[in-house]
Nanobody, 123 residues
């Protein structure tokens, strides 16, 4: 089970930190990441963290967003700095045993779990 929190409204240039609480052993077993979906747009991958440590970011957020985890608290984080209005979206936490499946854009892929989403609005 994945439960996101930390969304909200912020002015452009501001910062937010999203959290994703996971079940026991999830962060040490699964690769995890963040997606977002704005109204009328496809869901897009934002940031990914392999269970072994490597990270990957969308070009649009490189240098502004940082994905990290705290295994002791079973929490995945997304620190978002210098937010822009185009970052406004519902952000979803995702997890998969497969690094490739986690990052697959297709919605029909199996083996990926999702949270319920948290809304971020940048004005």
């Amino acid at each position: 089970q994945l439960v996101e929190s930390g969304g909200g409204s912020v002015q452009a240039g501001g910062s937010l930190r999203l959290s994703c609480a996971a079940s026991e052993n999830t962060l040490s077993t699964y690769s995890m990441g963040w997606y977002r979906q704005a109204p009328g747009k496809d869901r897009e991958g934002v940031a990914f963290l392999s269970r072994d440590g490597p990270t990957e970011y969308a070009e649009s957020v490189k240098g502004r967003f940082t994905v990290s985890r705290d295994i002791s608290t079973r929490t995945l984080y997304l620190n978002m700095d210098n937010l822009k209005p185009e970052d406004s979206a519902t952000y979803y936490c995702a997890a998969s045993l497969s690094w490739n499946v986690l990052r697959t854009p297709s919605n029909s892929v199996r083996g990926r779990s999702w949270g319920q989403g948290t809304q971020v609005t940048v004005s």
